[in-house]
């Protein structure tokens, strides 16, 4: 019995297909000479094609009838608790896509996949997606991180409307404590829930998604706003805290704090 959904595709089911093909395309050069005898007025020759044409359809549905036994003999279940995460890592080495992941969650910035096996199933961002090839899935989600790259990003207004949020913060901090600290760490989660006050905006703009404009702004390089602050992104002990962030050369990094700073 196949273990992987690739072997049970292309070996198991593989002379399924083959003959259904090439049974599909003898059905339609039939039609085709039913068509002629048609246009030519040769009705021994139309009933010969359609005598051939019963035939196909006989073959084409013992076919389809053996098919549709094998394919619930594969144990999707099975294979998305057992197998799947070894082919979908490779998947994603293969398209040198970083991720962080302990299954059953994947994070591919700025995706997160999460196997469902008693669903039979894969979510991207809590959105249902059941084709379950993993190299088709780390192809989709190359394609879909490869869009948002060529998108246009002005970094410089990212910077600027972190500085406020992060500004924010700090105003909240200094109320609650009733400490004036300057160039204080602040939590990036923070920051993001500052940014997104409400639920709309969190889901139009997941936490993911701010990650990923967190990356940009480091591949970007511009780091200084213009009132001639500089981002810092540091780590934090508790990974609850932290956001999967993937750096200037796309590594993913776990990051829980910032703050803007004057140097010098």
């Known amino acids: 019995m196949s273990k992987t959904l690739d072997d049970f595709l292309d070996l198991t089911l593989q002379d399924g297909f083959k003959n259904l093909n090439n049974t599909h395309r003898s059905m ?3 039609v085709r000479r039913i068509k002629t005898a048609g246009d030519d007025g040769n009705l021994e020759a139309m009933r010969q094609a359609l005598a051939r044409y019963e035939e196909l359809l006989d073959r084409q549905q013992e076919i389809l009838q053996d098919l549709s036994e094998q394919i619930p003999t594969f144990n999707m279940q099975s294979y998305l608790q057992e197998e799947f995460h070894r082919g979908f890592m490779d998947a994603l080495a293969e398209e040198s896509l970083a991720v962080e992941a302990e299954y059953p969650v994947y994070e591919v910035l700025p995706f997160k996949v999460r196997v469902l096996p ?17 190299r088709v899935l780390a192809g989709y989600l190359k394609k879909s991180i490869d869009r948002l790259n060529a998108a246009s990003f002005d ?61 940009r702004v480091l591949k970007s390089g511009l780091m200084n ?4 602050r500089r981002l810092w992104l540091g780590n934090v002990r508790n990974n609850r805290q932290a956001l999967v962030v993937l750096d200037a ?16």
């Open 118 to 134: 008693e669903k039979e199933m894969v979510t991207i961002d809590d959105r249902v997606y059941r084709n379950l090839r993993p």
């Open 225 to 228: 706003t213009p009132d001639g």
């Open 249 to 264: 050369q796309g590594q993913p990094q776990r990051l829980g704090v910032m703050k803007f700073y004057r140097e010098g």
């Open 155 to 215: 970094a410089q207004r990212f910077l600027q409307s972190l500085a406020l949020a992060y500004d924010t913060e700090m105003a909240k901090q200094i109320a609650k404590t009733k400490i004036e600290v300057s160039e204080q760490e602040v939590l990036i989660k923070d920051v993001y829930n500052t940014l997104t006050p409400l639920p709309r905006q969190k889901r139009d703009y997941p936490a993911q998604l701010f990650a990923f404009d967190l990356h």
């Open 28 to 30: 339609v050069n039939v």
